[in-house]
């Protein structure tokens, strides 16, 4: 029998004194709660700092298969008498992991090979943020292991592409399935910028038979584009284009025009000119707060300018991108073409 340090409390106390001890960061994740009548005993790492509470010693079942792998890195480090703090703000991409280091600051050798020992990952990447530029290139260097392409599946599609050349987006995962989830059967889509590939495999997947033209600048995106189409067998509907969208994107009157760039509306034209009464388009803007009950008027205003009539359809918010600042996704139909 294996005995380990608890504290024990009454039962009315156990929440307040769980609370306590786990802002503490005290409570072993791996053992099981004993509760016995009147009394919950509660398995910590230590007990040195509890006042008022019994310690006790006592013979815990172990939660198997529920240690987070912070918790498994937090063991090993303590093992290896390294005394420093696991965030688990992370991104894993198959067996990448990609931190960032505004939280993560500047990590030690020990610490990252904890890590991928531990989660079973090849390589480490530091996220130093977008850097700017519209090709949004990630600032992305490899800190442990070899590095190369990685392989990420969500909802039903697979990505591959190389987190230190291109970006993928986790926070947009909502936007992403919200458009695989509309009918789009039988449409011409287009998708002016397409990255490799986040809307248009969701939409060609997920949507109905339709066609998806999609337009890429950045030759690595491209590249990372064209091999998720063909991995996830999508070569009959996306068609992707190198170049920028204004001169790539074909002289097609499209049904749904996607324009998943914050500066979309400098490209409003490339999108008016492929519209026809009808047409769907999709804005990305970025909108402070003071400007959420306005922002779809100037997008009007600005459409009404080159000669197109945009009815408000819906938005919701993507996520919040900063203090005050929101990533709204907007959707307006083309009602009139004055031309
Ligand atoms: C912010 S990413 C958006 C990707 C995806 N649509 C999304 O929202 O997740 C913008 C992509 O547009 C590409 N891009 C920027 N300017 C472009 C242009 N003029 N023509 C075509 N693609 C462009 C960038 O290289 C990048 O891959």
């Keep these: ?21 786990f802002r503490k960061g005290l409570v072993r994740k791996d053992l099981k ?26 013979d815990f079942e172990e939660r198997k298969n529920r240690i987070s792998p912070q918790d498994l890195i937090s063991m090993e480090l303590e093992k290896l008498r390294v005394s420093t703090t696991i965030h688990d703000n992370w991104i894993r991409f198959g067996d990448a992991l ?6 993560w600051k500047n990590p030690d050798k020990i610490l990252l090979e904890t890590v991928a020992r531990k989660m079973g990952l090849k390589t480490i990447y530091l996220d130093r943020g977008i ?6 290139t990630p600032s ?10 990685v392989t990420h599946r969500e909802n039903g599609i697979i990505y591959t592409f190389d987190p230190e050349k291109v970006m993928f987006s986790p ?29 248009s495999l969701h939409i060609a997947k997920f949507s109905g038979n339709n066609t998806v033209f999609s ?21 009959d509907s996306v068609i992707p284009l190198l170049g920028d969208c204004r001169s790539v994107a074909p002289a097609i009157k499209a049904d749904y025009i996607l324009m998943g760039h914050f500066q979309c509306l400098d490209y409003l034209v490339t999108a008016i000119l492929r519209s026809k009464i009808g047409t769907i388009i999709n804005f990305h803007v970025l909108v402070p707060t003071d400007r959420l009950d306005r922002y779809h008027y100037e997008i009007q205003s600005h459409a009404r300018s080159l000669g197109c ?7 919701y918010v993507v996520k919040s991108f900063g203090p005050h600042m929101w990533h709204i996704s907007v959707k307006m139909r083309v009602s009139n073409l004055l031309l």
Excluded: W
């Design 33 to 58: 709660i004993i509760y016995n009548g009147t009394k919950v005993i509660i398995p910590v790492k230590s007990a040195e700092s509890i006042v008022h509470a019994t310690t006790v010693q006592a």
């Design 1 to 21: 029998m294996a005995l380990n340090t608890g504290v024990m409390v009454e039962k009315e106390e156990a929440n307040r004194t769980l609370r306590i001890l």
């Design 309 to 315: 009539v945009l009815d408000f359809m819906d938005q």
């Design 98 to 103: 990609v931190i960032k280091e505004s939280i």
């Design 215 to 235: 337009c890429e600048i950045n030759p690595d995106s491209y590249h990372f584009l064209n091999r998720n189409v063909d991995l996830n067998s999508l070569q």
């Design 171 to 199: 926070g947009n995962v909502n936007a992403r399935i919200s458009e695989g989830r509309r009918d789009y059967s039988g449409m011409i889509i287009l998708d002016m910028f397409a990255g490799i590939g986040y809307f």
């Design 131 to 136: 850097k700017s530029g519209c090709r949004r």
């Design 140 to 149: 992305v260097s490899r800190i442990l292991g070899p590095g190369g392409e």
